[in-house]
């Protein structure tokens, strides 16, 4: 069975830190770009950042830039979300999807071919 799983989200305070990572099972990651998406009550699921499968090429939205970091370790058939400097409208669902793109490309969400079933970040104080 083809699935990604998320995990490592929760509460974090303002201002500091949570890493996500997304496992991969049933097939391996290594031709795959990889994408985090978020989700907030009441709002559209938007792309957050991406790793292509070449050369690992990254790719974040501006909101996101220099706070987050998208990494991914092809052994473990993992990839990670460094999520830094929190602020509470980082808050939401976030969750990993993998497209069998050699690049990122566009955000549209209906390119991708895998989801993982998400992980509630909430930052709070």
């Known amino acids: 069975q083809l699935q990604l799983v998320e995990s490592g989200g929760g509460l974090g305070q303002p201002g500091g830190s949570l890493r996500l990572s997304c496992a991969a099972s049933?097939?391996?990651?290594?031709?795959?770009?990889i994408a985090w998406f978020r989700q907030a009550p009441g709002k559209e699921r938007k792309g957050v950042s991406c790793?292509?499968?070449?050369?690992?090429?990254?790719y974040y939205t501006n909101s996101v830039e220099g706070r987050f970091t998208i990494s991914r370790d092809n052994v473990k058939n993992t990839v990670y979300l460094q999520m830094n400097s929190l602020k509470p409208e980082d808050t939401a669902t976030y969750y990993c999807?993998?497209?069998?793109?050699?690049?990122?490309?566009?955000?549209?969400?209906?390119?991708?071919?895998?989801w993982g079933q998400g992980t509630q970040v909430t930052v709070s104080s």
């Open positions: 999807a993998a497209k069998r793109r050699s690049m990122c490309g566009s955000w549209g969400a209906e390119d991708y071919d895998y």
């Open positions: 049933g097939f391996t990651l290594d031709n795959y770009s």
């Open positions: 790793i292509s499968a070449t050369r690992s090429s990254t």
